[in-house]
């Protein structure tokens, strides 16, 4: 039997305001245990929440960037469960009426194109952290991060493979950080997700039971976790076992997951609309606005990267996967005007150099005017393509121009034909062997002949010229 994975998220992508959801605590992280907590977020009697209007911009832009319907009514509701982190006993959340619904992005794995459905997007206060330190007989609690303001984004069912689901994630959290309102950082908890998986026999029209994995903290672990969960459903079924519907752990260690709690249904949360909170009306003129003021997209971006500079698909998809990545490569259009040499270069030398260090485009050691001052000398054939590898990892070591390492380092390429040709006498004369092959049409010792002068210059000589001279001089010997 064939069978094939059925796969939805939901992500939580914490929300970069100043302030609260319901307050006015700030959000900013890393402030001494409980410092940003106020009567409001600490759900004592009595207090009300007020609506940050922030929140429901932001929460509108992500909608409309992923082409849902933003609702003109919508409302809060209270998610009722009990858990230390959580002061008043529920989680104000929405529930049947969301900000946004039904709307989808576009991804691309190995070429392939596909839709992902967006079943809904609804804003929700955070929770607060605990604190478990093993030389304690207690555990502690940390009330900063609540009412914290977050977005869930679910998507439907649609994604099929651990591959989608890993670009699915990747392209949110990109739209995510072009609207600027979510820095995506998995690691630091503000972008998180759950994968709910099912696996069904290929083809059938039904769905599976399905578990929901949870403590995927970084792209790998999400892709690793579905990847282990489909074949571990996978070998329950074969050996006549039913998926039992439920939470199951990642455990990033031992490289699987464990059952962690039967899942609950919604009716275990008693959602009911929070009396507290007014029905949250949005009209189409702010609507309008917010659409007004969305920044250019990953998929718009990348259509123009091609239209505008003729680059091809693949080089335009990587150079707007981050916003800052598609600015540190259009600075370097604007002062040298070669897109294929820049994109050649960025994603090449530059993205090597950042993966191997583990930077990002902003903590990059070579900034995006070194770059194109570093292909403006190869241009102005100043120095060779080959000496450029060096310079710039030069420049990476030291954050200096290239202007400054050439002079340093006396690279500067030799151009003097004069100089070369002499240089190509001498060495005819001394290798009267290699000449008499190159007569009898053994071409291949060019390349030996090339080589010697390489050696002689220490690189420097321009290729260009030295194949020229060179040809002319044996063809004359
Ligand atoms: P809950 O609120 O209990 O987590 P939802 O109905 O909101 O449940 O669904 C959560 C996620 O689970 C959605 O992303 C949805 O696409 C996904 N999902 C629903 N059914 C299945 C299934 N059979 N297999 C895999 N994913 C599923
Ligand atoms: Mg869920
Ligand atoms: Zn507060």
Redesign the pocket.
Known sequence: MQYEA?????VHAQLKTKTKIFCSCPTSFGAPPNTHTCPVCLGMPGVLPVLNKKVVEYAMRMGIATNCTISNNSRFARKNYFYPDLPKGYQISQYELPIAQNGHIDIETNGVKKRIGI?RIHMEEDAGKLVHDPSRPYSMVDFNRTGVPLIEI????DIRTFEEAGEYLRKLRSILRYLDICDGNMEEGSFRCDA???IRPEGAAF????T?LKNLNSFKNVEKAIQYEIERQKEVLLEGGNIIQETRLWDPAKNSTTSMRG????HDYRYFPDPDLLPLVIDDTWIEEVKDSLPELPDQKKERFISEYALPEYDAGVLTSAVELAGYFEDCVKEFNNPKQVSNWVMGALLGLLNAEGKTIEESPVSASNLSKLLKLIDQNVISGKIAKTVFEEMAKTGKSPEEIVKEKDLVQVTDESAIEEMITKLLENCPKEVADYKVGKTKVVGFFVGRIMKETKGKANPEIVNRILKEQLDKA
């Open positions: 059925v796969i939805g998220l939901e079943t679910v998507s439907e069912p709910n998986v099912s769905f599976g039971t399905r929901e899942k609950e249904e919604a």
